[in-house]
């Protein structure tokens, strides 16, 4: 089976550019979480859509980023202007509720560079 | 709230030593718990993970144990691998609190051959 896919894998970007990141869940997974990786602050959950409806986006930094799911097999995160600072790894990551467990699986994240 | 706590690395061992990486939680009721596991360069994996107390999860020689007395689930391996190299996340959800995964920071773990 096909694991969470993403891309690109690498984007590098000027300063006041849109970035659009985007995923592709694990078919049949009804959650979707877009996570924020820096040797600074760790690990941070950003969003996540429950049957492609954002239930919590408090981890959603500023007002230029957004992130939209419309169907089941496809998110995008976008960051408009982009700056500096949000240079690091963003990964998507899919679950299926039915297991009760929430146990999440990754993709291979997307590297971020602004310049 | 929900909170995972884990020891600051990182970590060094030398190839074949045992391996603890302490991990403590703290959540209202039962919480199923994980450890994932970052290999340079890719996205977390899960690597055990166990769903009720005295539960044992074990995968690729690692092993850790759901102990409620004294809410921890420490990760060990008895003997490391260069290969083992990586950062190791503790992790806890619970089923109809919340949707979400609460991670600790992470320990990143050096083994040198």
């Known amino acids: 089976d096909a694991g969470v896919i993403q891309s690109p894998r690498h984007e590098v970007t000027e300063m006041g550019q849109e970035v659009t990141l985007r995923c592709k869940p694990i078919?049949?997974?009804?959650?979707l979480f877009w996570y924020r990786q820096t040797m600074m602050r760790g690990l941070e959950l950003l969003i996540y859509?429950?049957?492609?409806?954002?239930?919590?986006d408090s981890g959603m930094p500023e007002d230029r980023f957004s992130a939209k799911m419309p169907n089941a097999s496809f998110s995008t995160l976008k960051i408009q202007p982009s700056e500096p600072r949000d240079s690091a790894v963003y990964f998507c990551?899919?679950?299926?509720?039915?297991?009760?467990?929430?146990?999440?699986?990754f993709g291979p994240g997307t590297r971020l560079t602004v310049t | 709230g929900n909170s995972v706590t884990q020891m600051e690395g990182p970590v060094t061992l030398s190839e074949e030593a045992f391996l603890t990486i302490n991990c403590t939680y703290t959540?209202?009721?039962?919480?199923?718990l994980f450890w994932y596991v970052q290999y340079p360069g890719e996205g977390l994996q899960l690597l055990l993970k166990?769903?009720?107390?005295?539960d044992k999860g074990s995968n690729k020689g690692f092993e850790a144990t759901y102990r409620k007395e004294t809410t921890s689930f420490h990760l060990e391996k008895g003997s490391v691998q260069v290969s083992d190299s990586a950062v190791y996340f503790c992790?806890?959800?619970?089923?109809?609190?919340?949707?979400?995964?609460?991670f600790g920071k992470g320990t990143r773990l050096h083994i040198l051959p």
């Open positions: 990551a899919s679950s299926l509720s039915g297991t009760g467990h929430y146990e999440q699986y």
């Open positions: 078919s049949g997974h009804d959650y």
């Open positions: 859509f429950n049957n492609n409806v954002p239930i919590d």
């Open positions: 959540a209202t009721g039962y919480p199923s």
């Open positions: 166990a769903t009720k107390a005295d």
């Open positions: 992790a806890l959800s619970q089923m109809n609190r919340d949707d979400k995964i609460i």
